[in-house]
C-alpha cells in the first residue's frame, strides 16, 4: 500500500505520484472554488487527464475480531462489531489480515449483530492469525483503473493506493 499524506496548501495544489495500475500517475488535489471542496486530478505521466473527482473521505475501519474459515458451508465468518442491519448485504474490505488471502473486497452478508460472512469455495489457509481492518471504503478511482483502490481517509488525512485488492 502507498500512503501520502495530504496536506491542504491555500496557495499550491497538493502534489504526488502514485503507481495506478502499474502506471506511474502523478495526483494533484486542488481546492475547487465551485465545489466548495478538495478534488483529486490524476494524469499519466504524458499528462493526459484520467480523473477528476471530489475528495470524499471514507471512514476509519473496524478491528476484526476473528475470522475463520467454515469448510461445511464454504463461507469465511467475520467477528466484529460492525453495526450492519441484520440481514443486509453490503462491501466491505478487509486489509492487514494473515494469512493474506483474506484480504480483499468482499459482498458480505450480516448474519447477527456481530457476524458477517461471505462465499469461500477454497480455505484461505486457515483461520486468522493475525487480524485486520473491515472498512466502507469509497474507491475515488472506482470505474477508472482495474486493479488499484483509491482512498482518502479524512481523520487521518492520508491518500491510500492500494493494489490487487479490486473486485
Not at 52 to 61: E, K, Q
Not at 92 to 101: C, W
Request: glycine residues 10%; negative net charge; hydrophobic residues 35%.
Amino acid at each position: 500500500m502507498q500512503v501520502f499524506p495530504f496536506i491542504p496548501n491555500p496557495i499550491a495544489p497538493f502534489r504526488f505520484q502514485p503507481t495506478l495500475d502499474g502506471n506511474l500517475c502523478t495526483g494533484t488535489v486542488e481546492w475547487n472554488l465551485a465545489g466548495q471542496r478538495w478534488y483529486l486530478h490524476m494524469r499519466d505521466v504524458l499528462g493526459n487527464d484520467l480523473f477528476y473527482v471530489p475528495m470524499i473521505s471514507s471512514p476509519d475501519g473496524i478491528p476484526t475480531i476473528n475470522l475463520t474459515w467454515d469448510g461445511a458451508r464454504q463461507l469465511v465468518v467475520i467477528t466484529a462489531n460492525h453495526k450492519q442491519r441484520i440481514g443486509q448485504l453490503v462491501v466491505l474490505t478487509l486489509t492487514n489480515v494473515v494469512p493474506t488471502a483474506y484480504n480483499g473486497i468482499w459482498l458480505m452478508y450480516a448474519e447477527t449483530s456481530e457476524t458477517l460472512t461471505y462465499p469461500q469455495t477454497v480455505s484461505p489457509g486457515g483461520d486468522a492469525t493475525t487480524q485486520g481492518l473491515l472498512s466502507h471504503n469509497i474507491n475515488l478511482a472506482g470505474g477508472y483503473t482495474t486493479d488499484t483502490t483509491v482512498v482518502y481517509r479524512g481523520s487521518s488525512g492520508n491518500i491510500e493506493i492500494d493494489t490487487g485488492i479490486t473486485p
